[in-house]
């Protein structure tokens, strides 16, 4: 099984994606996840795309296109299947993305475009914590930890990302409605797509993507 997981910030694509890891031993493929890691490194590359992050703005084509291609070529199993969080983005990203699966005779077989209302995303990005240690994701209404401000899982702190703020917010979504919307008609036109209500709470998104997978 090899899908791509579309949608705008806080939709729960992460959320999904554990589930597809766990129940259908999926690889997981984050672009958040790599660029994170890069700007960790402090490195002049890693700087950039810190501030690109945080201003809400999304990192170029070449740039996000080049860590997907390593990361598909080099060290990855995906003949159990496999499935793209955050990528691609635009059409060109997903043009390229055709181009490397290809390569690697890999298409993509399934398109799940998760979609949710204005307020529901803003009341789940705005509460999000995450723990500085392990990623670990938390929130302040669904998810909250034993002990406030501490991980479960390692006992690393948690904190609240600089973009998962009110203004940030609504600029990333201008953004991914400008440069990622044309996505979904590239993805209808292949008869890939399939639309999934991200309003609805976690367990009934589950179901609906468990039958739309069968």
Same mark, same amino acid.
């Given at each position: +099984?090899?899908?791509?997981?579309?949608?705008?910030?806080?939709?729960?694509?992460?959320?999904?994606?554990?589930?597809?890891? !766990?129940? =259908?031993?999926? #690889?997981?493929?984050? %672009?958040?996840? +790599?660029? @994170? *890691?890069? %700007?960790?490194?402090?490195?002049?590359?890693?700087?950039?795309?810190?501030?690109? +992050? %945080?201003?809400?703005?999304?990192?170029?084509? !070449?740039?996000?296109?080049?860590?997907?291609?390593?990361?598909? *070529?080099?060290?990855? $199993?995906?003949?159990?299947?496999? +499935?793209?969080?955050?990528?691609?983005? %635009? #059409?060109?990203? &997903?043009? $390229?993305?055709?181009?490397?699966?290809?390569?690697?005779?890999?298409?993509?077989?399934?398109?799940?475009?998760?979609? /949710?209302?204005?307020?529901?995303?803003?009341?789940?990005?705005?509460?999000?914590?995450?723990? @500085?240690?392990?990623?670990?994701? =938390?929130? #302040? $209404?669904?998810?909250?930890? &034993?002990?406030?401000?501490?991980?479960?899982?390692?006992?690393? !702190?948690?904190?609240?990302? &600089?973009?998962?703020? /009110?203004?940030?917010?609504?600029?990333?979504?201008?953004? =991914?409605? *400008?440069?990622?919307?044309?996505?979904?008609? =590239?993805?209808?036109?292949?008869?890939?797509?399939?639309?999934?209500?991200?309003?609805? !709470?976690?367990? $009934?998104?589950?179901? /609906?993507? /468990?039958?739309?997978?069968?």
């Amino acid at each position: +099984m090899r899908v791509v997981l579309l949608g705008p910030p806080g939709v729960g694509k992460g959320t999904l994606a554990g589930y597809l890891k !766990e129940t =259908y031993h999926l #690889v997981h493929i984050s %672009t958040g996840d +790599m660029l @994170r *890691e890069e %700007t960790k490194k402090d490195s002049p590359l890693g700087r950039e795309i810190k501030s690109l +992050m %945080t201003q809400g703005a999304l990192i170029s084509d !070449e740039l996000v296109t080049k860590l997907v291609k390593q990361k598909v *070529e080099h060290g990855l $199993d995906l003949t159990q299947g496999f +499935m793209f969080d955050g990528f691609p983005r %635009t #059409v060109n990203q &997903a043009q $390229d993305l055709d181009v490397i699966l290809e390569s690697v005779k890999a298409p993509i077989e399934v398109v799940l475009n998760l979609d /949710a209302d204005l307020d529901v995303l803003l009341k789940r990005l705005t509460g999000r914590r995450v723990c @500085r240690k392990c990623g670990a994701l =938390y929130h #302040v $209404d669904y998810k909250v930890p &034993a002990c406030e401000g501490i991980c479960d899982l390692c006992g690393g !702190e948690l904190y609240q990302r &600089a973009d998962d703020n /009110a203004k940030t917010i609504q600029s990333r979504m201008q953004v =991914y409605h *400008e440069s990622t919307s044309p996505i979904i008609a =590239y993805y209808a036109k292949q008869g890939k797509l399939k639309k999934i209500d991200a309003n609805l !709470e976690a367990a $009934d998104v589950r179901r /609906a993507v /468990a039958a739309i997978l069968k």
